[in-house]
C-alpha cells in the first residue's frame, strides 16, 4: 500500500530495498535484458496503485494490448482498472510527398510522442509506465535526439504529479546510449538474467541510483512466478543486531553434551565434518528432535537427502520425526541446489526465523549449498552474512559439511570451518577388523570443551557416544595402534 511520501511498488522485496517505495512524482528507469520481467514489474506497480485508488495507465510502444493482457492473464490478474495505450511503432503509414523532405522515422518520431503526451493529458493518470524507450530511440536514430526526447519526456510528467516508470531493453549496442539514459531519470533500476552451466535462469536486480533515497544497495535475486516478481532482499546481518542471552542446548546425548562442557550454545553455529555415512545427518537431526521435544521450533533445509530417506532413516535411528511435525515444531523444506537462487535460500532462512520463531536451523548439507553458489568467494560471504544473522537472532545453527574420502587424510572443497563457532568431527577408523567411528570436538568458541575422542555408534535404540579411546594411537588416521602401556596403567590405578 502506497503511502503520501512514497508509492509502492505492489513488490515487498522490492519495497524492502527502497524502504517503502519510490518517490512520487518522479520519473524511473527500469533497464533490462528481453524476458528479464520489466513489463512485469510495470504491471505490478499499475496494479498496486489501482489498489491505492490511483489511476494508472499502460503506455505500450512494441507489444499489441491483447499481448499484455495475455500476459496479465498468465499472472492471474485483470487489467480492468489500468487504462492501455497502444501505440505500436511503423502503424502510422507516412504519405510520400512527406518523405521527401523529412526522415520518415523523424516524423514517425514526433507523431507519437505527441500522441502519448495528447493522452497523458486527456486521461490525467496518478501513475504511468511508457514500455518501452527502446523504439524512441530507433525513431530518434541519434543519441543527441534521443536524450532531448527522454529530457523533453521528463519535463513534461514533472508538471503533471505522476509517478513514471520508463522500460528499456538493453543490449550491448546500446551500451554507450544506457549510460547516456541512466543521468536523466530520477532513479535507475537494473535488472539481469543469466543462465548457468546447468539448472534453471537466474535473475538479479540492483538500484544503480534513487535520488534523495538511501536504499539497500547491491545485487539482489528475484525470481518471475505465477503472481508477479518475488524479489529476495540481499541479507544484511548489521541490521538485526542484538544480545544474545547464552544458554546452552543439551542434544539429549549425555555423554555428547559433557564432551562440549554441557551443550551447544544458543545464537552459535555448530558444525559437524567426517566422511560420508559417519553419522553427520543423524547427529544433526538429533539436535533438531531436541529441540522439538523441549517445545521449541526446528527447521531443517535439506539439499541432498529426499524428506522420505531423512523419515526412514530417523525411524530406524529411533528418532520420531512425524510427531513433530505434525505438531508444527518441526519443519522440513527440501532444496533443489540447481532451481535455487541464494538470495532465495537466505529469504526461506529469514521467514523460519521472523515468521516461524525457529530456534534451531539445520542446513544438510553445506556441499549443496556450494552447488548453488559455485563461486568460492561468494559462497563464504553468503555463508558469513548468514551465520551472522542467525547468531544475532539467537539461533542454534546446525550445519553439516562432507568431506571427501573415508579414512586418514580428509579433504573439503572449501573451508568453512573458521566461520563456525564450535566444530565436531566424526571419523572412521580400524580396530580389530573392523570399522568404527569416533567423535570429538575440535573447537568451541564460546566456551571449554573435551578433547577426548570417543567412539561414536548409530542402531536401533538411537545414536551413542562411548568412552574416550584412551588405549588407542592414531584414530584420526584410520589405522590406530592399540597402546597396551595405557591398558596397564588404567589397570594399577
Known amino acids: 500500500m502506497s503511502t503520501d511520501g512514497v508509492a509502492g511498488t505492489g513488490i515487498e522485496g522490492l519495497d524492502h530495498i527502497l524502504v517503502g517505495g519510490l518517490p512520487r512524482n518522479r520519473v524511473y528507469l527500469v533497464q533490462g535484458d ?35 493482457h495475455a500476459v496479465a492473464s498468465s499472472h492471474g490478474w485483470s487489467l480492468d482498472g489500468i487504462h492501455v495505450y497502444e501505440q505500436l511503432i511503423g502503424d ?44 524512441i530511440r530507433l525513431l530518434a536514430q541519434s543519441s543527441l535526439r534521443y536524450r532531448k526526447q527522454i529530457l523533453a ?46 539448472g534453471a535462469a537466474r535473475r538479479r536486480m540492483q538500484l544503480v541510483k534513487i535520488r534523495g533515497l538511501n536504499f539497500r544497495d547491491g545485487y539482489h535475486d528475484f525470481s518471475i512466478l505465477t503472481g508477479g516478481l518475488v524479489v529476495y532482499p540481499r541479507l544484511i546481518a548489521a541490521e538485526h543486531r542484538s544480545v544474545v542471552k547464552q544458554e546452552q542446548l543439551p542434544s539429549g546425548i549425555r555423554p555428547l553434551d559433557a564432551m562440549l562442557g554441557g551443550g551447544v550454545d544458543r545464537g552459535t553455529s555448530t558444525l559437524i565434518m567426517g566422511p560420508a555415512g559417519s553419522g553427520k545427518s543423524a547427529l544433526a537431526t538429533q539436535y533438531a528432535v531436541a529441540a522439538a521435544a523441549r517445545g521449541e521450533q526446528a527447521a531443517m533445509f535439506l539439499f541432498e537427502e529426499s524428506i522420505s530417506s531423512l523419515l526412514n532413516r530417523s525411524a530406524a535411528l529411533g ?97 568453512v570451518s573458521y566461520l563456525a563457532d564450535c566444530v565436531l568431527l566424526l571419523r572412521y577408523f580400524e580396530a580389530e577388523g573392523r570399522i568404527h567411528k569416533a567423535i570429538s570436538v575440535v573447537k568451541k568458541r564460546s566456551g571449554m570443551h573435551e578433547t577426548a575422542i570417543r567412539a561414536f555408534q548409530m542402531g536401533g535404540g538411537g545414536l551413542q557416544v562411548g568412552e574416550p579411546l584412551s588405549n588407542y594411537r592414531g584414530v584420526l588416521t584410520g589405522i590406530p595402534t592399540y597402546d597396551h602401556t595405557l591398558s596397564s596403567e588404567r589397570q594399577g590405578e
Open 34 to 68: 528481453p524476458g528479464v520481467g520489466k513489463t512485469t514489474l510495470g504491471l505490478q506497480f499499475l496494479l498496486e496503485g489501482h489498489r491505492a485508488g490511483e489511476k494508472g495507465m499502460y503506455v505500450t510502444l512494441s507489444e499489441s494490448a491483447d499481448e499484455l
Open 319 to 415: 528418532m520420531p520425526l512425524e510427531e513433530h511435525i505434525e505438531s508444527g515444531l518441526l519443519k522440513i523444506r527440501q532444496i533443489d541446489p540447481a532451481q535455487l537462487q541464494p538470495g532465495e535460500f537466505a529469504h526461506l532462512v529469514r521467514d523460519a526465523v521472523e515468521d516461524h520463531h525457529t530456534r534451531v536451523l539445520v542446513i544438510d548439507s553445506l556441499n549443496g549449498f556450494l552447488n548453488a553458489v559455485p563461486e568460492e568467494k561468494f559462497l563464504l560471504l553468503h555463508l558469513h552474512e548468514l551465520l551472522s544473522y542467525l547468531g544475532q537472532n539467537g539461533v542454534a545453527s546446525i550445519l553439516v559439511y562432507a568431506q571427501h574420502g573415508l579414512v586418514g587424510h580428509m579433504q573439503a572443497p572449501i573451508d
Open 92 to 135: 502510422t503509414e507516412l504519405q510520400e510527398e512527406e518523405t521527401t523532405v523529412f526522415y520518415p522515422a523523424e516524423i514517425e518520431l514526433g507523431e507519437t510522442v505527441r500522441a502519448i503526451l495528447m493522452e497523458v493529458d486527456r486521461v490525467k493518470p496518478q501513475r504511468v509506465v511508457i514500455d518501452s524507450l527502446s523504439e
Open 153 to 198: 519526456l521528463k519535463q513534461f510528467f514533472a508538471g503533471r504529479k505522476a509517478t513514471v516508470i520508463c522500460l528499456d531493453e538493453r543490449t550491448r549496442s546500446s551500451e554507450f546510449h544506457d549510460l547516456q539514459l541512466q543521468s536523466v531519470p530520477h532513479g535507475v533500476i537494473e535488472l539481469e538474467r543469466f543462465t548457468p552451466p546447468y
